[in-house]
């Protein structure tokens, strides 16, 4: 298996600036790579690739030796191979009939990674194996950087990368060959409804708190946000805002994370297959306020809704959740939740008049009650098995 490790760095004072020059190349980088593409295309309908800008590096480099000469030549080759995967993704886009969304230009604070793409080539993971109390990783420029390793990596390490966020660096590590982890088999198997007021309910009944964590935070987002409205665009005030807002939203994102790990933990570690519901979070989520000739209903409500359902997290809940089973061995279904709310566990009757309220369901052909998610749970159960049954006997 394939496995991404992140953990977070500690580099000297020289060493952020290091890193932040080392980030601030490699945007200029791409940059002038995007607009070689543009002026080449639009001047002489010549189309450049990405092998002829690699080509070029060498000349840039013997160039600018104390700017882009320092770095690792494979980084830059990275970041050029990540404009080209940003017109390949646009052309594709325009193919199949999509907003096409064209590569953009690289702002300050847009361009917050860097990758290198072999580990021993410009950078080295475990530099320092023998030290007796810390992890060290070597970056061509920058030095020796320590790491905070909270975990021992396992498998190979394929790519580096190194990315900042807000005040903070981490490592992000690649590694191939991760061995599987799996777990007892418990002969158990769950259906799981998303929600708002639960995260997650189970078909055994059991439901997983849903923490809120931007409903938490609201009130010091909302202030956050007022202060930087106030400060003058461009000055040093609103730099320091927006750095105290990002900090605000890193921490709801790192909570949001941590939940979704300890959720998808307890159901992998309980059950040995799992199913849930084939989401389109981006459809379900998107806005309802139509255009002006056209205008919305409800938009003050859909609203409100839309953001419950992202403060929940559904989509990291079941990436996590998808990482940790094929890890453990266990199997994990997706249905389509079509009437999953509207039929009825007992009896199979499916009408609208069968949810009474959003908390409780009633079967008006059987009578058979039950909290609302609970029965969607295990209708959730009943297909995924059903298609379990069926992919088997194929």
């Known amino acids: 298996m394939r496995r991404s490790y992140k953990f977070l760095l500690r580099p000297t004072r020289h060493q952020q600036i290091a890193l932040a020059a080392c980030l601030e190349d490699h945007r200029v980088l791409y940059n002038a790579a995007l607009e070689h593409r543009r002026t080449a295309y639009r001047r002489a309908g010549v189309t450049v690739r990405y092998g002829d800008q690699s080509g070029e590096l060498k000349h840039i480099r013997a160039d600018d030796p104390g700017g882009q000469g320092r770095w690792s030549f494979s980084s830059q080759q990275a970041t050029l191979r990540r404009l080209d995967k940003a017109f390949a993704a646009f052309f594709a886009r325009v193919r199949s009939g999509r907003t096409p969304g064209f590569p953009r230009f690289k702002g300050r604070g847009r361009f917050d990674t860097v990758t290198w793409p072999r580990d021993g080539d410009g950078c080295r993971w475990d ?3 023998h030290h007796p109390a810390a992890t060290f990783v070597r970056l ?25 966020e807000g005040s903070r660096w981490y490592v992000v590590l690649s590694c191939d060959e991760v061995p599987a982890e799996p777990l007892p088999a418990t002969g158990a198997a769950v259906g799981i409804d998303m929600g708002v007021a639960s995260l997650v309910t189970t078909s055994d009944g059991d439901p997983v708190d849903n923490p809120r964590h931007l409903a938490a935070s609201a009130d010091r987002l909302a202030a956050a946000q007022r202060a930087l409205a106030r400060k003058e665009r461009g000055s040093t005030r609103r730099r320091k805002a927006v750095a105290r807002l990002a900090a605000l939203h890193a921490t709801v994102r790192r909570q949001r994370l941590d939940d979704a790990h300890k959720a998808a933990l307890a159901l992998v570690g309980a059950y040995d297959v799992i199913v849930h519901e084939d989401l389109r979070i981006a459809n379900m989520t998107r806005s309802a306020s139509g255009t002006i000739q056209a205008p919305g209903t409800n938009v003050a409500a859909k609203s409100g809704l839309n953001r419950s359902i992202l403060d929940a997290g559904w989509g990291v809940f079941l990436r996590v959740l998808a990482h940790k089973a094929e890890s453990a061995g266990r199997e ?3 249905v ?4 999953t709310s509207r039929t009825c566990a007992q009896c199979g009757h499916c009408a609208a008049g069968n949810r009474v309220s959003q908390a409780v369901f009633r079967c008006t052909a059987c009578g058979h009650a039950a909290p609302a998610d609970v029965n969607a749970a295990r209708n959730i159960l009943r297909a995924g098995l059903a298609l379990r049954r069926a992919a088997q006997a194929a």
């Open 332 to 334: 994990l279904i997706a």
């Open 336 to 339: 389509n939740p079509a009437n």
């Open 140 to 164: 061509q420029g920058i030095g020796q950087v320590r790491v905070h390793r909270h975990r021992r990596v396992k498998g190979r390490v394929k790519t580096i990368s190194v990315t900042r």
């Open 127 to 129: 530099a320092q194996p």
